[in-house]
C-alpha cells in the first residue's frame, strides 16, 4: 500500500524557468493538498483539489503558480518563471475525505525546489 | 496572522522522561486538532489528533491534551526515546477549511 508518492525528491531550476513537482495520492484517496514550507517555518497552504476540480486556491500566489488535478495521472503542482523566493520544500497530502470530514491527511516526501 | 503558534522552537528531554510540547491557537472556530512528526527530509507523519468534543486522547506512549477555553494543546510523550528526535507540528482545522500548521517544535531525546 504505497504512500503519497512525490517526484521529483528535488529540483533545481535557475531564475525564470519553469518547475512542475507532481503527486501521486495514496490509493483510494481523491483529494490532495500541497503545501510549502519556507525554511524555519511551518507549512503554509496553497491548494485543495479534487478530481479535476480546484476546490480551495487561496493559499496560492495569484500569478506563475497553478495546480491540476486531472481525471487520469498525478496531481501537477506548476511554478512558471521561477525567482529565488520560490525555494522551498513543497508537500503534497491526500486524504480519503475532504476537510470537513474531520480526517487527517497523509503527507509525501515533499520536492524540495531550489532556484538558482 | 499566526493562527497556530508552538512558542517553542526547541526542546530537550532525557530518554525515559516525559516530553510535553505546546500549542496555542487563537481562532475559536477550529474544532479538530492534529499532530504530526518530521524528520529531517522526510514528509510529515500524522501522529495523534483529537475533536473539540474532547479534551483527551491517548494513543500508546502519546496523549494530547485539549483546553478549549485556554485555546490550548498539547502532546505529552511518555517515556520519551531517542527515536521520538523530530520536529512535532501541531495543526487545526473547522468545517472545510485547510489545516493550518504551527512553525513546529523541534525535540531531541538525549541518550
Known amino acids: 500500500n504505497a504512500g503519497v508518492m512525490q517526484n521529483p525528491r528535488h529540483l533545481v531550476r535557475r531564475r525564470g524557468q519553469e518547475a512542475r513537482l507532481r503527486c501521486s495520492p495514496m490509493?483510494?484517496?481523491?483529494?490532495v493538498y500541497w503545501y510549502r514550507q519556507l525554511p524555519e517555518e511551518g507549512l503554509k497552504f496553497m491548494v485543495y483539489?479534487?478530481?479535476?476540480?480546484?476546490?480551495?486556491e487561496s493559499g496560492m500566489p495569484k500569478e506563475r503558480f497553478s495546480a491540476e488535478f486531472p481525471k487520469e495521472g498525478p496531481s501537477i503542482l506548476r511554478i512558471q518563471q521561477v525567482v529565488r523566493g520560490d525555494s522551498a520544500a513543497y508537500f503534497c497530502?491526500?486524504?480519503?475525505?475532504?476537510?470537513?470530514?474531520?480526517?487527517?491527511?497523509?503527507f509525501g516526501q515533499g520536492t524540495r525546489l531550489t532556484v538558482v | 496572522d499566526q493562527q497556530v503558534k508552538q512558542n517553542s522552537p526547541s526542546l530537550s528531554v532525557q530518554e525515559g522522561r516525559i516530553s510535553i510540547l505546546n500549542c496555542d491557537y487563537t481562532?475559536?472556530?477550529?474544532?479538530?486538532f492534529l499532530w504530526y512528526k518530521k524528520y529531517p527530509a522526510e514528509g510529515p507523519t500524522f501522529l495523534i489528533s483529537?475533536?473539540?468534543?474532547?479534551d483527551k486522547n491517548e494513543d500508546g506512549r502519546f496523549t494530547v491534551f485539549l483546553n478549549k477555553s485556554a485555546k490550548h494543546l498539547s502532546l505529552h510523550i511518555v517515556p520519551s526515546q531517542p527515536g521520538d528526535s523530530a520536529v512535532y507540528f501541531c495543526?487545526?482545522?473547522?468545517?472545510?477549511?485547510?489545516?493550518?500548521f504551527g512553525k513546529g517544535t523541534r525535540l531531541s531525546v538525549i541518550a
Open positions: 483529537i475533536s473539540s468534543i474532547k
Open positions: 490509493k483510494g484517496h481523491s483529494h
Open positions: 495543526a487545526a482545522n473547522s468545517g472545510n477549511t485547510p489545516l493550518v
Open positions: 497530502a491526500s486524504s480519503p475525505l475532504g476537510f470537513s470530514q474531520n480526517t487527517e491527511a497523509f
Open positions: 481562532n475559536s472556530m477550529f474544532d479538530y
Open positions: 483539489l479534487q478530481k479535476e476540480n480546484i476546490i480551495d
